[in-house]
């Protein structure tokens, strides 16, 4: 373990290429599994790693990229886990030479995690650790993890590999040429959440050339100090004499390499279509290069799924919404009891609406399964913002089924001084990759002077550290205390930010609206004592965001602090006759029942469509209008917003699973008479390829757009697909592919489907599929996404 990760300290490692290509041109068959040949044709794996090796790569990767226990499923050969991969990692081992690392793989599962998908993290945790104890037992020096499009399927993977190894950690994402992942995690976000979980080496291959893989590591670095990887393809496929080739040539993956060493990337290789002459290009290409890197200084991030928010250092202060809290509300106290979700996705709308960063959830009350419903809150805010979460629980239960639910790296609200909460809640933060809040009190109760509280912050920061947290995941909270009560101990709170800064150089934080408790004219006195703290150096403040008085002061003196440059926040807000944003208050009429279906499908409301699908009923509206004028002009405004990357595709999931509800009580009303369906379209996976994510998406969305669907689901050979064509008498063909050795079978079914005069629209899509081999193979159609299918679908249908 010591050795490569000293290693890539001292040098620049190279990795070695593509598996899957090289294992087909020695007889890997279409449709076989790949890792299988670890037990069968152990001696024709042996000789890609070889090849490499004699290459000139420094690490060698394991042929057990699909090894999971979902992945073998497909094969019959879930039961052969630990055999096919400790062998993966022993063959490896017996064509390493001398100083050459062993590298076991692991790929995602193709299944997505609740709410989108099926499997659970836990499962997900035990399915990867199965490959890890097998790697352990193998003798594996580091672990690299590819090509993931699930940030948090990553993170499970990642936890597993922490739980059941001590083994170095390379974690890499994949992303499309707008910089996104397939879910619309962007590079940043990435980064942020694989840092705090203590990935050795992050970065991203597959998808994109040594250019695009460039741009994704820039983006990368500005968030992180770790080292990083890049794994480009050779180039983006293309259909040449009827072969798929990737045109990137081993010169061309060497024309970064001063800039990638510059940005800190400590490992490159290669990806798809990439062999032993592009690795012997890179090794020669970094010899004699000065290979030096010094790591940037580690700063603060908090992420989602979507959006990163820097804390502490030189960034504005943080606005943390504390809305979604059951104090004093009645109204979502009994929501919590019901198990339901609108007070909650409509609060963290609108306060990160109108300015906040960061949202508190919270969902402590009495007679609440409160872990259940912490883990539920983290679904209905992530379905419906981007804002990173605040997890505000004093419930170590709760706290880690919400850890287990979150999408990237959040911040832990609380622990204190006090001994058992740092040794319950520390451990969790280190495990999960989450950020704490550190309240300056223990069991003397809170110091009444700032030295005191600057103490106490002192024993929290010693407690973090040695639980594996940096300084930079420590936020102290000086504790705001009612002026009413004790009015002399409001200057010590403000003494203190500045202490724990200037002493402890720690980030902090405040509940800011407590010190006017009990007094008239609150807003006036919050926003004061805000504007003190802000100058105090207050990194981040839970506040209502709705209460204009206080953002009033927050904007201002972001401006006076230097930390609003150019005043381009302030301008935005105040400049000319736009007014402040508030939040509606409901004055006027109510929207009519028509742009409430069209609101819940927006928003994704799973739990009160249904009722307003018995209202519109009620009001006399029939199926079809309900469907048409209501829940697809939603379902088209979530297209729109897809579009313009203001949405990403758990939201769309999320919105398509509202309208299957609703759908299913208009069916009902249906009586069995049959709905007009805009078309018939059948749609597999190409035989080879068992990855059907992207698929299934494009399915639920056909369907509740109109069409009638049949999904004959993955690895599924030309015949059947011809067959079904035939009997179902279909409009259109879809096909999709994610593995760049399956792309050949999508024009080896539209050439039987030609041959065999079936006249029917043909589609394609997938990670690895372009339009240029789309118009190659004499597709009609292709999308890059779920949405864009179902649009483009529509538009060739209705010709």
Not at 9 to 31: F, I, N, P, S, Y
Not at 77 to 85: F, H, Q, S
Not at 393 to 408: F, H, W
Not at 449 to 469: F, M, P, Q, S
Request: with cysteine.
């Amino acid at each position: 373990m010591a050795d490569f990760l000293q290693a890539i300290k001292e040098q620049v490692l190279v990795l070695d290429g593509a598996m899957g290509t090289m294992l087909q041109e020695r007889g890997l068959q279409a449709g076989a599994s790949p890792e299988a040949m670890n037990l069968e044709a152990p001696a024709v794996v042996e000789g890609v790693h070889r090849a490499y090796a004699e290459a000139g790569a420094d690490i060698l990767v394991s042929n057990t990229f699909g090894g999971s226990r979902s992945k073998l499923a497909h094969y019959g050969l879930e039961g052969r886990v630990a055999e096919i991969n400790r062998a993966g990692v022993e063959i490896v081992r017996r064509a390493a030479g001398s100083g050459q690392f062993v590298a076991a793989s692991i790929g995602p599962t193709g299944r997505f995690l609740q709410p989108v998908g099926d499997a659970g993290f836990d499962e997900m945790v035990e399915i990867f650790g199965e490959q890890v104890q097998a790697f352990v037992a193998g003798g594996a020096d580091l672990i690299s993890m590819e090509t993931f499009l699930d940030v948090r399927e990553l993170r499970a993977a990642v936890i597993a590999c922490r739980e059941f190894s001590k083994l170095p950690i390379i974690a890499q994402m994949t992303f499309d040429d707008a910089g996104r992942t397939v879910l619309g995690t962007p590079p940043e976000a990435a980064a942020v959440t694989l840092d705090a979980l203590g990935a050795d080496v992050i970065g991203s291959n597959c998808g994109l050339g040594i250019d695009g893989i460039y741009a994704i590591l820039e983006k990368m670095r500005t968030v992180t100090s770790r080292p990083l990887i890049a794994q480009a393809n050779a180039g983006l496929p293309q259909l040449v004499d009827g072969q798929t080739v990737f045109p990137g040539t081993p010169e061309e993956m060497t024309a970064y390499h001063d800039r990638l060493i510059a940005l800190g990337a400590r490992v490159i290789g290669g990806c798809c279509g990439t062999t032993p002459a592009h690795i012997r290009a890179i090794r020669d290409a970094l010899d004699g290069r000065n290979q030096r890197w010094t790591p940037p200084k580690r700063r603060g991030f908090l992420s989602s799924r979507s959006a990163v928010v820097e804390i502490g250092g030189a960034a504005p202060c943080a606005i943390i919404g504390e809305r979604i809290n059951p104090t004093g509300k009645k109204a979502y106290s009994a929501e919590l009891r019901e198990g339901k979700t609108a007070y909650i996705r409509r609060e963290a709308q609108e306060q990160t609406r109108v300015g906040a960063a960061l949202l508190d959830v919270n969902c402590g009350t009495p007679g609440v399964d409160e872990p259940a419903a912490l883990e539920r809150a983290v679904y209905a805010v992530s379905g419906v913002s981007s804002a990173p979460l605040v997890l505000d629980s004093s419930d170590p239960a709760a706290l880690e089924r919400a850890l287990k639910a979150v999408d990237g790296k959040v911040l832990i609200n609380s622990v204190s001084g006090e001994e058992k909460s740092r040794r319950v809640i520390l451990p969790l933060a280190r495990k999960y990759g989450a950020a704490v809040i550190g309240l300056a009190l223990d069991e003397s109760g809170i110091p009444e002077t700032a030295e005191g509280r600057t103490r106490v912050a002192g024993k929290i920061l010693e407690a973090a550290l040695a639980a594996g947290l940096p300084k930079e995941d420590v936020v102290i909270d000086c504790l705001t205390l009612t002026v009413s009560a004790e009015q002399k101990r409001a200057m010590e709170t403000i003494r203190a930010l500045r202490a724990v800064r200037d002493e402890l150089g720690l980030a902090t934080v405040l509940g800011v609206s407590n010190i006017s408790f009990g007094l008239p004219n609150r807003p006036v006195l919050s926003a004061t004592f805000f504007a003190m703290a802000l100058e105090a150096g207050l990194a981040a403040a839970i506040v209502n965001p709705k209460e204009e008085r206080m953002m009033d002061a927050f904007r201002a003196a972001m401006v006076l602090l230097g930390k609003d440059e150019r005043a381009e926040e302030f301008i935005a807000v105040y400049g000319g006759a736009q007014a402040v944003p508030t939040v509606p208050k409901g004055e006027g009429p109510e929207p009519a029942i028509r742009e409430l279906l069209g609101f819940a499908v927006i928003e994704g409301d799973k739990d009160g469509i249904v009722a307003l699908v018995e209202r519109a009923l009620g009001e006399g509206l029939s199926p079809l209008q309900i469907s048409n004028e209501g829940l697809l002009s939603g379902l088209e405004e979530v297209g729109r917003r897809f579009g313009r990357n203001q949405i990403f595709l758990p939201q769309v999931m999320l919105s398509a699973e509202t309208m299957q509800a609703a759908f299913a009580r208009l069916k009902q009303e249906l009586r069995g008479d049959a709905a007009q369906s805009l078309g018939k379209i059948l749609m597999a996976t190409v035989e080879g390829d068992i990855h059907d994510i992207g698929k299934n998406i494009v399915c639920t969305l056909l369907e509740n757009h109109g069409f009638e669907v049949i999904d004959l689901g993955k690895n599924v050979p030309a015949a059947r697909i011809l067959d079904a064509a035939q009997k179902h008498q279909v409009d259109a063909v879809g096909l999709s592919a994610l593995m760049t050795t399956t792309l050949q079978q999508m024009e080896v079914v539209l050439g039987q489907l030609r041959a065999a005069g079936i006249k029917v629209f043909t589609m394609v899509g997938g990670a690895v599929v372009t339009q240029d081999y789309a118009d190659a193979i004499g597709a009609d159609l292709y999308a890059a996404d779920a949405l864009e299918a179902v649009a483009k679908v529509k538009a060739l249908l209705a010709r």
